[in-house]
């Protein structure tokens, strides 16, 4: 759906009671009541045949992995330890009952993975495609959710992992960074989170407009996956492997914002399986910028997937 | 979906951690923390165009609506108070988002009126079908949830409203029994409650094989709706209003067990809008039974929408 709309939808729901983060985040975070001392972070993301995977390519297994994995990115990119997940399901005739099979082959070992009960759904059969709805719940402790808007001046930019290529493989086999999100929200203060869905530049620039800043993003220090390089290889009309790093989208990666001692600390803590990479930070001049190899500023368009 | 593999899914997810409620009821209920005195319900419906409703003869307004009406009748169904609500679309194009702003204005004013929260979803375009997602969240007291299985024998069985030809205009245009729910919730003690989804005899019949007893209904005691009359005029051929009472299912009343002084004091009580009446009784015999006239037990085959 078209940004405006979007956002026009984001801003009609701003300000509906109950929530201590309303839409347009990662996830909702409902309002924790007296004397509880954790709250509950809900997301919900629908994926359809033809425009997320297509099943005519992929094995089902790994469509209904994707569904539950990109609920547990969002949990992960507001800090929430996941608990529950809900699966509904617009199946296909006539081999309704094998395809739902599949689907539920790939998303019980990642849900098993890390320890979110199925609770729920709801199953349906149509003559149209695939789509699978999924709602994921977790907790993070009151008031400590991971919100995009709590960005601070002079903060640095962190990012788990490498970026660009998703479509090679990882858009459907990613690990959501569940573990780093549940072991960061424990050890350390982070100000602001999201996780790359639409592209890595676009996001960035998501975070810091919603926290009032600029971005400001070294590309000498972003980390390049290796399918970015091979995307660039294959063809160099379509860009650079960085082109590829910051535009190309469904990393699902973690973009954290903290301040600079915290930042070192993180980077430097050795329980973290997944690497963390200092990319950038937060400034005052509004927008996405660069620091080009002259040491200049300059402008960067953020590029990705606009629903 | 076939039963038996509904019933198997149930089978599989029962025994997930965290869940005070599993899968397999009208809702899920997530596990209280220490020192928490609520807990949250959640439930989660997929309608589609062309199986729920149609959107070639009807306003899609009434379609958002009922997506909406749907998820709050589950919470109903649990005793619970609704807090928030997530909208999940797939649209089709081209006139994706004219039809994403009727579904709002549909659901919108539902929301309000009993104050639910739009805290979230994923609005997406497709080149198929209209379907909704909708994930309804809401609270109940610490371990009051009303569950299926709570029905005690000799129970009264209570309905609310009346029965059959919904598909004349109630199934789109119900309200959902929140009030009457969250009233009995505070001032009763239900055994074990259902909303009428898919057929009052099938409905019924699950409570009590839930339960682990039988039930018995009184069919005099019915209430029958004035479309299932109509129907009945309609065309005999398809059964008498009884039959349509009894079968016709999308009826969105509420099915409540309580022991019978307690089921005295609630059809005497003058601050609920909606009439409720005993319809029969929770028994030792398993299965579904019905009084005739002439005081004879006879079975009685569940009819309803199988999904």
Not at 204 to 218: D, H, K, Q, Y
Not at 249 to 274: M, P, Q, Y
Not at 279 to 289: A, K, Q, R
Request: hydrophobic share 45%.
């Amino acid at each position: 759906m078209e940004q405006a709309w979007l956002a026009s939808l984001v801003k009609r729901f701003a300000k509906e009671p109950g929530l201590s983060v309303p839409i347009g985040d990662d996830a909702a975070v409902l309002e924790a009541g007296p004397g509880e001392d954790r709250e509950w972070v809900v997301t919900t993301d629908m994926l359809m045949d033809g425009v997320d995977f297509r099943l005519a390519e992929i094995d089902a297994a790994r469509a209904g992995r994707k569904a539950l994995a990109v609920n547990l990115s969002d949990l992960a990119a507001m800090g929430a330890r996941p608990v529950a997940a809900f699966i509904s399901l617009a199946l296909p005739r006539p081999a309704a009952r094998d395809l739902a099979d599949r689907l539920y082959s790939g998303l019980v070992p990642l849900a098993k993975q890390f320890g979110v009960s199925i609770a729920g759904g709801d199953t349906n059969v149509w003559d149209n495609p695939l789509a699978i709805s999924i709602t994921a719940i977790g907790t993070v402790r009151r008031g400590k959710a991971w919100r995009r808007s709590g960005g601070k001046l002079s903060d640095w930019i962190l990012a788990t992992g490498a970026f660009g290529g998703s479509i090679l493989a990882k858009h459907l086999d990613f690990t959501p960074r569940v573990r780093e999100a549940v072991y960061l929200a424990e050890h350390y203060d982070i100000h602001a989170a999201i996780d790359v869905s639409d592209g890595l530049s676009l996001d960035i620039a998501r975070l810091a407009e919603a926290s009032g800043v600029g971005g400001l993003i070294f590309p000498k220090m972003i980390p390049i996956s290796r399918f970015a390089k091979e995307l660039a290889l294959q063809d160099p009309s379509k860009g650079s492997a960085l082109d590829h790093a910051l535009g190309d989208g469904e990393d699902f990666e973690l973009i954290l914002c903290t301040h600079e001692e915290e930042a070192r600390r993180i980077i430097a803590d050795k329980n973290l399986d997944v690497p963390i990479t200092a990319i950038g930070g937060l400034s005052e001049t509004p927008g996405l910028w660069q620091m080009t190899d002259k040491s200049r500023k300059t402008r960067v368009i953020p590029k990705g997937y606009e629903h």
